[in-house]
């Protein structure tokens, strides 16, 4: 089944551009989903379709995917944005549909 | 708005089946598929299954194939997740998440989840 590889950790100061890496066999052909999830909440959905935004979220919450890698970038990071990050696609070819990535916790320094 | 809400926490020992509802309000219960999730502790996200509250049918991931029944009531708007032969790894939190009946939209929005916890 088709594999989304997360960097474990990203660590980035108030204020400055948290990116956040979605790694996957030619994932720039696919849809891409962001989730954000903060200790012992349920994830929420912060960015859709690659780089489109629910409402509700703010607009320093980006998306991007080319290639072999989807991005989500976080601007002016804020305390608040430390959480866990989750990318997700579909995956059709297999019996598992819904494929999310390891995840990623953001740490705000 | 809408809303997920789902049942509480339970304990089971090994061997034991448990079944989790989440009742769905603010739009129309059959017009998305309803999705399971499940997150150990300190783990990722792990897609368990999806149901289709209009017809029915199901999609399962292969690892819990024989051991996952997901089932739906349209008269409460209320989905289910059953899961037997219960083993100490399915300690987790489950999530049931509404996804789209077509195309390749996010699951989006989520339950609170349920703890189930495993133990002798």
């Not at chain 2, 598929?33 to 509250?53: F, K, T």
């Not at chain 2, 399962?60 to 009531?73: C, H, I, L, P, S």
Request: hydrophobic residues 30%; aromatic residues 10%; proline residues 5%.
């Amino acid at each position: 089944s088709y594999v989304l590889t997360q960097p474990p950790s990203v660590s980035v100061a108030p204020g400055q551009t948290a990116r956040i890496t979605c790694g996957g066999n030619n994932i720039g052909s696919k849809s891409v989903h962001w989730y954000q999830q903060k200790p012992g909440q349920a994830p929420v959905l912060v960015v859709y379709d690659d780089s489109d935004r629910p409402s509700g979220i703010p607009e320093r919450f980006s998306g991007s995917n080319s290639g072999n890698t989807a991005t989500l970038t976080i601007s002016r990071v804020e305390a608040g944005d430390e959480a866990d990050y989750y990318c997700q696609v579909w995956d059709s070819s297999s019996d598992h549909l819904v494929v999310f990535g390891g995840g990623t916790k953001l740490t705000v320094l | 708005q809408v809303q997920l809400v789902q049942s509480g926490a339970e304990v089971k020992k090994p061997g034991a089946s448990v079944k989790v509802s989440c009742k769905a309000s603010g739009y129309t219960f059959t017009g998305y598929y309803m999705h399971w999730v499940r997150q150990a502790p300190g783990q990722g996200l792990e897609w368990m299954g999806r149901i289709n509250p209009n017809s029915g049918g199901t999609n399962y991931a292969q690892k819990f194939q024989g051991r996952v029944t997901m089932t739906r009531d349209t008269s409460i708007s209320t989905a289910y997740m059953e899961l037997s032969r219960l083993r100490s790894d399915d300690t987790a939190v489950y999530y049931c998440a509404r996804g789209p009946l077509m195309g390749l939209r996010p699951l989006d929005y989520w339950g609170q989840g349920t703890l189930v916890t495993v133990s002798s």
